[in-house]
């Protein structure tokens, strides 16, 4: 519905799948003077991160993110975290790389549902670009594409009414409808229940701009107040003390979006009695839009992935496994619900050290120069650019 | 009325939200609904208290479409506080301990004091839910009940993405009849808009079922068999960067069904007495901003106080008196807040804002008569008994509060008390609805529920 919600999806679900992925590399990192050929060394792991993020905050990208446009299908926004992810050495099977999108949307539906106000989506979108900024922090050339988005945020966002961003909230939750799956760490913090609903606290500081609940006054025909009662409930609520920042540097105050994981605890997901209602999930999958299938080519290829034309696809990367052991990765993906499965088709893409230049020359490729036809719709412009690959 | 008990100090407390049977009454009726994984309710009779429960493992067998009746399957969403015994309800609760172990999220452990006092006489009690064939979005205003007294039937719809679940429940609570209408564009084709509200709209002459979507405005006949109208929305009305939608409905001046946009403009449709011949009498253009919300009086309105309210995104409201041309009478000017629900009641405007705030208005003069601090978060849904000026709020923040509104004769002020509150537990609530006129019974829904709750007189 509102048209201004991908950016802010696209941001937040590509924080947690950093979170996610930095502390499993780090969990499985060695030693670099200990490291055997297919093992991570920290070295490695900078150089993951630092390739994904480059590749995510991508000018181009950005830019075509950032136009007034509906939802993308789950699909195509999934196809386009495949790609994301294996935009350097590191190699996803499909199990793990369920599990990643599995974690990173959970994790994100739960900030969405939390959010005190919905203006504090965004706050909850610069904790995780605040905790991008760290990654690279010795990463110049990268942080200067960082601090752009986080410009073209402040300068999209912040003019937003409550009700646009009310409007955005919604839009997000429609899109994380009925999605219960459980996380282990959310059922250990005891924010998530067994049956894979969030916990909703009833008690805590009330969002900035609301009052604790309890007062009623009323006013005569002169608009004097004449009577003031209270009423109470089962609710514990406080006044907060201060409000987050908005700047592109400050004290967000809300913790939500920040990194909860840690080298010490496990992200597992518990794929027995998840979603209820999975009619819905596959009927979106149903009704075919026309417009998905250049999307989903569209992006994809910005981040450098149909086009590939290197036959048989040697596996040159080194694999991240998002379970404790091979079998595990390997009796979760033939043991994953149907209905959970998001169809993805897997693309034989391979890791050429030269991956980045690819993406510089299709990226160069795009520069069209022949003037376009005046473009009637959004489809007109995305084939039009196409045409131009 | 007895207001709740306080709240206890020192504990992050979670509502008792059972309800007591006084001494010499019958106990709660036995629920028919069989827990789910094939565990048997356990009666405990009168044996007094009972252990705190273990967690329960977690559920093996999910729930699948088909087999038993929708309405004798356990309900899949977390199980409001009525199911979660305090250990003195055990002996009294026909439901036991194991009917609200399957899958009650953490229970106990989560550090309540079990074995606190009863609460104190409440004036409502937890009824059979209705089971949905899918979730209810997150929406303003998301539940339209629409009753047939001569029928002994209640109707209730709710929307998800798009599509809206149509349930009819007979009063007696055994029959249930499910159906889903879509959104469509105006040809064949089944589009993939968005539906955002659906109501029913009642008429001296008919009741229409009206849908708002993405794309535009759907008319059936009041059980979803037929369409008898559709308008599609103007997408070059909207500048680029802004969402489209119509959104609002209400049925006013005994002839029209007005409807809002997401620009500001609500139209108002023209209804014949039959038939399709439906045609937009007239286009009002007084707010700036998407409209949230429409009502139209639901008593009797004092002079001059007209016979709508529409209210919008910024929190603008703007009262009207209908008839062949619309009249703008009074504009409630917003306070930084939307307005997402409103409802109009002999000349008083009751409006639920998104900082939680529930404001009474004259509608005549838009004078500020009451302020109430309701919520903890935004406010989705209002609604409002006409025969007894009962005050329905549901919020995000879980809770939903019945009030009362009078007019002391005297003085001529508008009065608000506060009468009971229900927590529904971890879950937004996006729709409440009065199920009769006298506001003995409601209905709620929240967001990722597959179900309707109903409240009754306890």
């Known amino acids: 519905m509102s048209v201004r919600t991908l950016p802010l999806l696209f941001l937040n679900l590509g924080g947690e799948m950093l979170y996610i992925l930095d502390q499993r590399l780090r969990a499985q990192s060695i030693p670099g003077e200990k490291a055997r050929k297919d093992e991570w060394t920290d070295v490695d792991r900078k150089r993951v991160m630092n390739d994904i993020i480059t590749t995510m905050f991508n000018k181009k990208f950005m830019e075509e993110l950032f136009k007034p446009q509906e939802l993308y299908s789950k699909k195509a926004l999934r196809t386009v975290y495949d790609r994301l992810a294996h935009a350097s050495i590191m190699r996803l099977n499909q199990a793990s790389m369920d599990k990643l999108y599995d974690l990173m949307t959970m994790a994100f539906k739960y900030q969405v549902l939390l959010c005190p106000r919905p203006k504090d989506i965004l706050l909850v979108t610069f904790n995780h670009l605040d905790a991008i900024k760290d990654f690279i922090q010795d990463a110049p050339g990268i942080l200067n594409q960082v601090d752009e988005t986080f410009r073209q945020l402040i300068e999209t966002y912040t003019s937003l009414s409550a009700g646009e961003f009310q409007l955005i909230r919604q839009t997000l939750l429609i899109f994380f409808q009925d999605m219960h799956i459980r996380v282990s760490i959310f059922l250990k913090d005891k924010v998530q229940n067994s049956n894979g609903r969030f916990v909703l606290p009833i008690s805590g500081p009330v969002p900035w701009g609301t009052e604790v609940p309890g007062l009623i006054r009323m006013f005569n025909h002169n608009g004097d107040e004449v009577k003031r009662t209270e009423f109470t409930t089962d609710g514990n609520y406080v006044t907060p003390q201060r409000e987050g920042s908005f700047d592109l540097y400050g004290d967000r105050v809300l913790k939500l979006g920040t990194n909860m994981y840690s080298v010490s605890r496990p992200v597992e997901t518990h794929m027995s009695g998840s979603s209820k209602n999975l009619a819905s999930h596959t009927k979106e999958n149903i009704v075919p839009n026309p417009l998905a299938k250049e999307e989903l080519n569209f992006l994809a290829r910005l981040l450098g992935g149909l086009e590939n034309k290197t036959p048989g696809g040697s596996e040159t990367g080194f694999r991240l496994n998002l379970f404790t052991t091979d079998e595990e990765e390997e009796h979760a993906a033939l043991s994953r619900p149907e209905e959970l499965s998001y169809k993805v088709v897997t693309i034989e893409a391979t890791q050429e050290p030269g991956r980045r230049e690819e993406l510089s020359r299709i990226l160069g490729e795009m520069e069209v120069a022949e003037p376009r036809p005046a473009s009637s719709g959004k489809g007109e412009d995305l084939l039009a650019l196409m045409d131009g690959l | ?458």
């Not at chain 2, 008990?5 to 006084?22: D, I, K, N, Q």
């Not at chain 2, 609760?93 to 229970?107: I, L, N, R, Y």
């Not at chain 2, 000026?389 to 001529?412: C, I, M, Q, Y």
Request: glycine content about 12%.
């Open chain 2, 1 to 458: 009325p007895p207001t709740l008990s306080a709240t206890r100090p020192g504990v992050s407390p979670r509502p008792l939200g059972h309800s007591p049977a006084p001494l010499g009454r019958s106990p709660l009726p036995t629920s028919a609904i069989p827990p789910r994984g094939g565990r048997r309710p356990r009666l405990h009779g009168n044996a007094g208290h009972a252990p705190p429960p273990s967690l329960p493992p977690p559920r093996s067998a999910r729930h699948r479409p088909g087999g038993a009746p929708s309405w004798l399957r356990h309900h899949a969403a977390t199980p409001s506080p009525w199911l979660r015994p305090t250990p003195s309800e055990r002996g009294r609760s026909g439901d036991g301990g194991g009917g609200w172990a399957a899958g009650v999220p953490g229970g106990w452990p989560r550090g309540r004091v079990p074995g606190a006092a009863p609460s104190p006489r409440r004036m409502y009690r937890k009824e059979k839910s209705i089971q949905l064939k899918s979730s209810s979005a997150a929406l303003y205003n998301n539940l339209s009940v629409l009753r047939l007294p001569g029928r002994q039937l209640a109707c209730f719809g709710t929307v998800h993405g798009p599509s809206v679940n149509l349930v009819s429940a007979a009063a007696d609570g055994l029959g249930f009849s499910h159906r889903q209408l879509q959104a469509k564009e105006g040809g064949m084709a089944v589009s993939t808009s968005i539906l955002t509200q659906a109501a029913w709209c009642v008429l001296p002459s008919r009741v229409l079922l009206v849908l708002t979507s993405q794309k535009g405005i759907q008319m059936y006949e009041s059980d979803g068999s037929i369409m008898v109208y559709w308008h599609a929305l103007d997408v070059t009305e909207h500048p680029p960067g802004q969402a489209v939608f119509a959104r609002g409905i209400a049925a006013a001046g005994g002839r029209f069904i007005c409807v809002g946009t997401s620009s500001g403009l609500v139209l108002v449709f023209d209804i014949p007495h039959k038939g399709t011949n439906i045609t937009v009498s007239e286009v009002l253009e007084q707010h700036h901003d998407a409209i949230t919300d429409i009502a139209a009086e639901l008593g009797r309105a004092p002079d001059g106080a007209g016979d709508l309210v529409t209210a919008d995104d910024s929190g603008t409201l703007c009262v009207w008196s209908t008839g062949e041309e619309f009249t703008l009478l009074s504009k409630i000017p917003a306070f930084g807040c939307t307005c997402s629900s409103v409802k109009l009641w002999n000349g008083v405007v009751a409006a639920g804002y998104g900082n939680g705030q529930i404001r009474l208005y004259e509608a005549a003069t838009g004078l500020l008569r009451a302020e109430v601090n309701a919520h903890a978060r935004w406010i989705y849904a209002l609604d409002l008994a006409p025969e007894t000026g009962k005050l329905l709020s549901g919020a995000e923040d879980s809770f939903v509060h019945v009030w009362k509104l009078s007019r002391n004769p005297e003085t001529n002020d508008v009065e608000v008390e506060h009468c009971h509150a229900e927590c529904v537990t971890d879950t937004q609530v996006c729709g409440v609805r009065f199920c009769d006129p006298e506001g003995h019974s409601f209905a709620v829904t929240g967001y990722d529920l597959s179900e309707i709750i109903r409240y009754g007189q306890a």
